[in-house]
C-alpha cells in the first residue's frame, strides 16, 4: 500500500531529523515557558512552604576536611529533575585533531594477520584519546588508539566443532591474548560462565593500591576456545604505581555530595524525597596526565501519594580531580 | 551513561547494556511502540524485542547515536506488530490515522510513471525535510515517525490542534508536490 511505503520509507530518514524532533525536544523558542512559569513559581512557594512544615532533614556531622573539585562530565539524557550541562570534556581534541589516522593497517594476532582498512574515529567515555575503527575483507570490526595497541576486536559466534572447554582453559586463552597487548601482571581477573551464549567471560582489572581504575579489559571466550570479542577501556594508560594513599574517602564522599546537593538544590524544592546512590569509583588519568577519579551516581527523585512513589531515575557522570 | 559506553557493554557482551539502555532509552521506545499500538503490554513487548535486536546486532554495529538506532528498530517493530495484529481490521492508535492523513501525498498515477526503489524514496524524504522550515519538520516527524497524537504535538510545542493540523496539510501538499514533479510513483 502507497502510504505505507511512504510511512517506511520516512522510517530511513537522516538520524537528525528523528532526534531533533524526538519527544521532548522544542522548536527553539520555548513558548511554553512564559506560560507556565509564573504558575510554576507559585507551585514551587506552595511545596516549599508545605515542606518547611512536614519534611526534616536528616541530622548528620557536617564534613569539614579539604575538598576536591567536581564537574559533571555526561548525564543520562533522560535527566531532567536538575538543570545539567557537561562540564568537563575528557576527549583531548585539540591534541588528537591533527593526527591523521592511517587508512590501511596491518594486524597480527593470534597468529593471524589482518588487514584494516580505515572507518571513522571515535572518543570513548572518560577517554582523553581517540580509536580508530577499522573493518578488513572478512567483515571483523577491530579498534586501535593512537599508539596503535589494539582497543576492541569482534570477531563473533565461530561455528567450530570441539568439546566444551573448561572454565580454567578459557581462562587461559584469554590471558595469552591479552598477553599479546599489554603487559597482564598488574591486572586482576575475574571469570564467569555465560551459559545463555556458551562462552566465558574474562574481566582483567588493573588496581592501584586498593583502588580499582579504569585502565581495563573484557575478553569473551566460547566454550570452544575461540574468542568472541574484546573490548578495552583506558588500557595501559592509568599506572599501577599511581600514588593512591593520599585520596581521603571522606573527602572524596563529601565532595561529591556537595556537587550534587548543588545541582539537584532546585529539584529539592520539587520532590519530597532525592537519594542519591553508592557512587561507582575509577581512579583515571585526564588529558593533562593528572590523577582522576571517575564516579557514576544514580539519582532518584521521589514524589510520594499515599502508599506509592513516582519515581524519577536519572545518572550522572562525575570527575573529580585529585592535586 | 554515556552512548558510547554503552555500546562499549555491548561489545563486550556485558547484560548491563540491556539495563542501560532500558534506563536511558526505555522511556523514549516506549513511547514510539505506544503512539502505533496503543497498547501497554504490545509495546513493552516491543520495547524488550529492541533489546535483544539491539544485543544482536551491535556488535559488529557501533550506532552513532544510539537513540536514533534504538527508535528505528522500535518504530519497524512495532509497525510490524500493528500489520499482524490488524491484518484486515484497524484499530486503535495513531497508525490509522496517519495512514489516512498520507493518503494525501500519493500523486495521481497518471501523472507519474517511474517506479521508485525505498532508498530514493529516502533520499526525497531527507531533501524534502531538509528544505522544511525547523519548526514544521519537527510537526512533520512528530506526527509520521514517532506518530504522536496532535493534541500531544500541539500541547508540547505550544500551539493549537488546528495549528499543527495547518501545518501538517501544508506539508503533505507540498511533499506531493515534489512526489509528482520527480514522477515518483508509489
Known amino acids: ?40 513559581a507559585c507551585l514551587c512557594l506552595v511545596l516549599a512552604a508545605i515542606r518547611i512544615v512536614y519534611r526534616s532533614e536528616p541530622n548528620t556531622a557536617p564534613y569539614e576536611g579539604p575538598e576536591y573539585e567536581v564537574l559533571v562530565f555526561g548525564y543520562s539524557d533522560s535527566a531532567g529533575a536538575a538543570d545539567l550541562e557537561a562540564e568537563y570534556l575528557f576527549a583531548d581534541y585539540e591534541k588528537y585533531s591533527s593526527v591523521q589516522p592511517q ?17 571513522n574515529t571515535q572518543y570513548r567515555s572518560y577517554h582523553y584519546y581517540p580509536v580508530y575503527e577499522y573493518f578488513d575483507s572478512e567483515n571483523n570490526v577491530f579498534t586501535i588508539d593512537h599508539t596503535g595497541k589494539l582497543v576492541s576486536f569482534f570477531w563473533g559466534k565461530s561455528t567450530a566443532d570441539g568439546k566444551k572447554l573448561s572454565q580454567a582453559d578459557c581462562l587461559q586463552i584469554a590471558m595469552d591474548f591479552l598477553k599479546e597487548i599489554v603487559d597482564i601482571s598488574s591486572y586482576e581477573v575475574e571469570i564467569t560462565e555465560d551459559s545463555v551464549s556458551e562462552c566465558y567471560v574474562a574481566e ?50 563529601a565532595s561529591i555530595n556537595k556537587r550534587l546537593d548543588k545541582i539537584y538544590a532546585d529539584a529539592k524544592t520539587k520532590y519530597d524525597r532525592i537519594e542519591y546512590s553508592e557512587p561507582s569509583v575509577l581512579l583515571s588519568i585526564t588529558k ?36 | 551513561m554515556e552512548d558510547q559506553q554503552i555500546v562499549d557493554l555491548y561489545w563486550a557482551r556485558s547484560e548491563a547494556a540491556i539495563a542501560e539502555t532500558d534506563a536511558k532509552y ?13 497498547n501497554e503490554e504490545d509495546s513493552r513487548e516491543c520495547v524488550n524485542d529492541t533489546y535483544l535486536k539491539a544485543w544482536e546486532s551491535i556488535p559488529p554495529h557501533r550506532p552513532d547515536p544510539l537513540a536514533a538506532y534504538l527508535g528505528r528498530i522500535t518504530r519497524n517493530l512495532a509497525l510490524n506488530r500493528y500489520k ?21 501525498c500519493i500523486p495521481d498515477p497518471k501523472t507519474t ?25 519537527m510537526i512533520f516527524l512528530r506526527r509520521y515517525w514517532y506518530m504522536s497524537p496532535v493534541r500531544e504535538i500541539a500541547a508540547d510545542y505550544s500551539l493549537t490542534e488546528s495549528k499543527v493540523k495547518m501545518s501538517l496539510l501544508r506539508a503533505r501538499g507540498k511533499l506531493k508536490k515534489l512526489l509528482e514533479k520527480e514522477g515518483i510513483a508509489l
Not at chain 1, 218 to 227: E, H, K
Not at chain 1, 288 to 310: H, K, M, P, S, W
Request: aromatic share 10%.
Open chain 1, 288 to 323: 593533562d596526565g593528572n590523577r582522576c577519579l571517575v564516579c557514576y551516581v544514580d539519582v532518584r527523585c521521589i514524589n510520594t501519594a499515599g502508599q506509592f512513589e513516582a519515581v524519577v531515575s536519572e545518572s550522572i557522570n562525575l570527575v573529580l580531580f585529585l592535586p
Open chain 1, 103 to 119: 587508512s590501511q593497517v596491518t594486524l597480527q594476532i593470534r597468529n593471524k594477520t589482518y588487514i584494516g582498512y580505515y572507518q
Open chain 2, 84 to 104: 499482524y495484529h490488524h491484518a484486515q481490521i484497524r484499530g486503535d492508535g495513531q497508525l490509522p490515522l496517519v495512514l489516512d492523513e498520507l493518503h494525501d
Open chain 1, 1 to 40: 500500500m502507497s502510504e505505507e511505503r511512504l510511512l517506511n520509507a520516512l522510517g530511513q530518514v537522516d538520524d537528525q531529523y528523528i532526534l531533533e524532533a524526538a519527544p521532548g525536544q522544542t522548536p527553539g523558542k520555548n513558548r511554553a515557558w512564559i506560560k507556565w512559569a509564573a504558575l510554576a
Open chain 1, 204 to 253: 582483567f582489572t588493573k588496581y592501584a593500591g586498593n583502588l580499582k581504575t579504569a585502565d581495563s579489559a573484557t575478553v569473551t571466550v566460547q566454550y570452544n576456545g575461540d574468542i568472541y570479542s574484546y573490548a578495552s577501556f583506558m588500557l595501559d594508560k592509568v599506572p599501577a604505581d599511581t600514588k593512591v594513599d593520599d585520596i581521603e574517602p571522606a573527602a572524596v564522599t
Open chain 2, 113 to 137: 510513471e517511474q517506479v521508485t526503489d525505498d532508498l530514493a524514496l529516502a533520499d526525497l524524504f531527507n531533501r524534502f525535510l531538509a528544505e522544511l522550515p525547523k519548526e514544521t519538520r
Open chain 2, 26 to 38: 526505555g522511556r523514549y521506545c516506549h513511547s514510539i511502540a505506544y503512539n502505533i499500538l496503543f
